[in-house]
């Protein structure tokens, strides 16, 4: 199983990221998809989740309205379209995969390696 962010960078405030999460090794269509994020000194925290068919999604309130989850299951991949960025959403973004829906880090099975978001004042 291999879950392979991308897409992380340092960008300025108001600016935009888009973060891709590669998956191999499993059935990828038939698990929920999560992002979450984890700065230093803090708690891993959740950010979105998605359904298999990407009908279905879940964001954290202090992102929601400024990121967007989709999900490719032809091309393996998650997205997380990530506008209007903030400083304090500086941290390392995660994907992860589960058969549960959840917002608990602790449920998912399957992590990536994390990609670096840096926002700067």
């Known amino acids: 199983v291999q879950l392979q962010a991308s897409g992380g960078g340092l960008v300025q405030a108001g600016g935009s990221l888009r973060l891709s999460c590669a998956a191999s090794?499993?059935?990828?269509?038939?698990?929920?998809m999560g992002w979450f994020r984890q700065a230093p000194g803090k708690e891993r925290e959740f950010v979105a989740q998605i359904s298999w068919s990407g009908t279905g999604t879940d964001y954290a309130d202090s992102i929601k309205g400024r990121f967007t989850c989709s999900r490719d299951n032809a091309k393996n991949t998650v997205y997380l379209e990530m506008n209007s960025l903030k400083p304090e959403d500086t941290a390392t973004y995660y994907c992860a995969a589960d058969r549960r829906w959840s917002r608990s880090a602790g449920a998912y099975d399957y992590w990536g390696q994390g990609t670096q978001v840096t926002v700067s004042s």
């Open positions: 090794g499993f059935s990828f269509s038939t698990y929920y």
